[in-house]
Structures are given as C-alpha cells and as structure tokens.
C-alpha cells in the first residue's frame, strides 16, 4: 500500500575508523565484483555469514585501528574463498523455476562458442601464440608461453571429448582476450578480403568503431560497424550484413593495401565515422545526464534531512559548526558534480578491411 519512494540512508563520518574501513572495502570488493560479476558477488555479500565478517571488522578495527589493513584482507579473502565455493558449487544448485526447453535449445544453438573460438584462435596466431588443430580439440600455447591442450569452445564437444577443456567467456585468459585494447591506425596496411554471399556491387571498406564517453568513475561504449562504398555512399544496413558474414564465414586475405592509398582510405572512413557516430555519442551523453540528475536528486535529498537532524539540535554554537560543516561538504559535493559532469570522448578505429 506505500505509494511513495522510501530511501534508506547510512552515514558516516569522514576521518574516521569506520569511514576508513567503508573506503578499503570498497576498493577491493570492487576488484572481486569485476573478478566474479554482480550475481555471485551479492549473494555471498548479503548473506548472513558476511554481514557477521563485516561486523566482527568494525569492532576489531575500532579496538585496534593499527590493524585496519590486515584484518580488511583478511575478510576480503574469506569472501573470495566463499565467492569460489558458490561459483563451483552453482551447477548443482537446483532452481524452482520451470524449465524452458526451447530457450535450452535456443543456448544450445548459439553462435558465441564459435565466435570465441575463433577469436581466440586468431588472438594467438596474431599475438605470438600457436593454434594448433588435432581432430575436433585445439592444442594452444598462450603468448605468455603457457600451454593448452585439448581445448574445445563447445558444450556438445566437451561431453564427448574425454579429458576436453572448455573454454568460455568466464575463463580469465579468454576474457582477457575479449578486454584486450586494440586499435587500427592511419596507415596500416589495409587487408583485402573477398566475403563469400556479397554481390559483386558492394565495394569499399568495411570498418569497425569503438565509441566511448567516460569521466572518473563512469564509463560506457558502443561498437558501431560501418560500410563506406566507393561511391562515397555508407550503408548501414550493409555494414552489419559484412558484420555477421565475418562472424560467420572463412575469410582469407587476399592482399594489402598500403601506402598513401591507405592513409587515404583511412581519413575518408575516419570523416564517415565522426559523422555516423554522432547520434550513438549523443545517447551517451544523454545517459550520462540521467544518471547525474538522478545522484544530484539523492545528493540533495540526503543533505536536507542532515540539514533538518542539525537544526534540530539545541545548542546554538553545536547547531552552528555543524551547519558550517554541513555547507562545506555540499560545496565539496557540487565541485564533483561539476567535474562528473565533464566527459571525455573517444573515437577509436578497432579494424578496418577493403572489401571487394
């Protein structure tokens, strides 16, 4: 029957144990959020047992503060032993929800094991790695010169491969290919490829952008494909249709352009880009708008009600310095927004290949 939004605040007062804490834990929980994702990582954090860790902390830092960065490790590598124990011990937890069969199917049908094995077949014979095909499994040896033997990307193969090691995005070596930061740039050799399923009329370049805006702690991109033709004309529609092609079928280079013919091609999608990616950086923008009128609408709420607790304290000279006090943290508080509110953009060519 409540028709109205309730906020739950918690304070705590800067320069303090218990603030010093609150920093600390948030820090390296974060990096077992990035390590583990939100679902596993706020099951294990709101449940009983850790609320007792995170209260047996605060009473042993209060006592000796000394201690503070110890007795944080320590908790953080009970929760990561615990994050460890429920991600091995998902698969066998049961679910009341009704099976699906034709969304079971529909996972099964999926195209990403055989993007991920491509990617990461391509990854290693681009990186310095070996790839190494032996019947239906990969035998890989990582840049980093580690080994992998009997690898398969595909749930099916790892049932009927004794021994098999399967390779998904959860792995941290794939994922590190994935996060991996690459970018083309002017005057690179332009790779001519010949895409099988194309008509003969579409000839240009193919390219593909990364588009980002970020500040401090706030970051959010897209990828946009992008298909230039010859006649000066981009084709959106086509673009993505040499996307999927790209995903989907074996492609070989055929030959390079290079040159002054490449820094050409190059500048001419760069100014297709920048005109293209206008609308996608602009609903980023628009997002990061939202979400900084929706932290000063919580800013501003949670320093009236701190602002009615102070006023309604007796003493004049208390009530006065905490005022002060109070004002000094909402100025503090605006210069972070202001600066929040300065993005950096960011265009960045990730492949770019003549088609023909």
């Given at each position: 029957?409540?028709?109205?939004?309730?906020?739950a605040?918690?304070?705590?007062?800067?320069?303090?144990?218990e603030?010093?804490?609150?920093?600390?834990?948030e820090?390296?929980?974060?990096?077992?959020?990035?390590d583990?994702?939100?679902?596993?990582?706020?099951?294990?954090?709101?449940s009983?047992?850790?609320?007792?860790?995170?209260?047996?902390?605060?009473?042993?830092?209060?006592?000796?503060?000394?201690?503070?960065?110890?007795?944080?490790?320590?908790v953080?590598?009970?929760?990561?032993?615990?994050?460890?124990?429920?991600?091995?011990?998902?698969?066998?937890?049961?679910?009341?929800?009704?099976?699906d069969?034709?969304?079971?199917?529909?996972l099964?049908?999926?195209?990403?094991?055989?993007?991920?094995?491509?990617?990461?077949?391509n990854?290693?014979?681009?990186?310095?790695?070996?790839?190494?095909?032996?019947?239906?499994?990969?035998?890989?040896?990582l840049?980093?010169?580690?080994?992998l033997?009997?690898?398969?990307?595909?749930?099916?193969?790892?049932?009927?491969?004794?021994?098999?090691?399967?390779?998904?995005?959860?792995?941290?070596?794939?994922?590190?290919?994935?996060?991996?930061?690459?970018?083309?740039?002017?005057?690179?050799?332009i790779?001519?490829?010949?895409?099988?399923?194309?008509?003969?009329d579409?000839q240009?370049?193919?390219?593909?952008?990364?588009?980002?805006?970020?500040t401090?702690?706030?970051?959010?991109?897209?990828?946009m494909?992008?298909?230039?033709?010859?006649n000066?004309?981009?084709?959106?529609?086509?673009?993505?249709?040499?996307?999927?092609?790209?995903?989907?079928?074996?492609?070989?280079?055929?030959?390079?352009?290079?040159?002054?013919?490449?820094?050409?091609?190059?500048?001419?999608?760069?100014?297709?880009?920048?005109?293209?990616?206008?609308?996608?950086?602009?609903?980023?923008?628009?997002?990061?708008?939202?979400?900084?009128?929706?932290?000063?609408?919580?800013?501003?709420?949670?320093f009236?009600?701190?602002?009615?607790?102070?006023?309604?304290?007796?003493?004049?000279?208390?009530?006065?310095?905490?005022?002060?006090?109070?004002?000094?943290?909402?100025?503090?508080?605006?210069?972070?927004m202001?600066q929040?509110?300065?993005?950096?953009p960011?265009?960045?060519?990730?492949?770019?290949?003549?088609?023909?």
């Amino acid at each position: 029957g409540q028709t109205y939004a309730v906020r739950a605040l918690n304070f705590v007062f800067e320069d303090t144990v218990e603030y010093r804490v609150r920093e600390v834990l948030e820090e390296k929980l974060a990096i077992i959020l990035n390590d583990f994702g939100v679902d596993k990582t706020g099951d294990v954090l709101d449940s009983a047992q850790a609320g007792q860790l995170f209260d047996d902390l605060y009473m042993e830092t209060l006592i000796n503060p000394d201690n503070l960065n110890t007795k944080v490790d320590e908790v953080v590598s009970r929760v990561q032993q615990q994050l460890v124990v429920a991600k091995e011990s998902a698969a066998i937890y049961q679910t009341n929800e009704k099976l699906d069969p034709t969304a079971a199917q529909q996972l099964i049908d999926h195209p990403i094991p055989h993007w991920i094995e491509r990617m990461t077949v391509n990854y290693l014979r681009s990186h310095g790695g070996i790839a190494q095909k032996q019947d239906k499994a990969w035998n890989l040896t990582l840049p980093t010169g580690e080994q992998l033997n009997n690898v398969v990307f595909n749930a099916t193969l790892a049932a009927a491969i004794p021994g098999a090691q399967h390779l998904t995005l959860e792995d941290t070596r794939i994922r590190g290919m994935v996060m991996a930061k690459t970018s083309f740039t002017a005057g690179q050799p332009i790779p001519y490829l010949a895409i099988p399923g194309l008509s003969v009329d579409i000839q240009g370049f193919w390219s593909l952008w990364l588009i980002a805006i970020s500040t401090e702690d706030w970051n959010q991109q897209r990828i946009m494909p992008l298909f230039l033709h010859d006649n000066g004309r981009v084709f959106l529609p086509t673009s993505r249709h040499i996307w999927e092609q790209l995903l989907t079928v074996e492609v070989e280079i055929q030959q390079h352009l290079v040159g002054e013919e490449a820094i050409t091609a190059f500048s001419k999608t760069w100014e297709a880009a920048l005109v293209q990616g206008k609308s996608i950086y602009e609903e980023l923008v628009r997002k990061h708008q939202l979400q900084l009128d929706q932290e000063r609408e919580k800013s501003t709420y949670a320093f009236a009600a701190r602002r009615r607790a102070i006023e309604r304290i007796g003493l004049p000279q208390v009530r006065d310095y905490r005022l002060q006090q109070l004002a000094r943290e909402e100025q503090a508080g605006r210069e972070v927004m202001r600066q929040k509110a300065n993005v950096t953009p960011e265009l960045r060519p990730l492949l770019l290949i003549r088609v023909e």
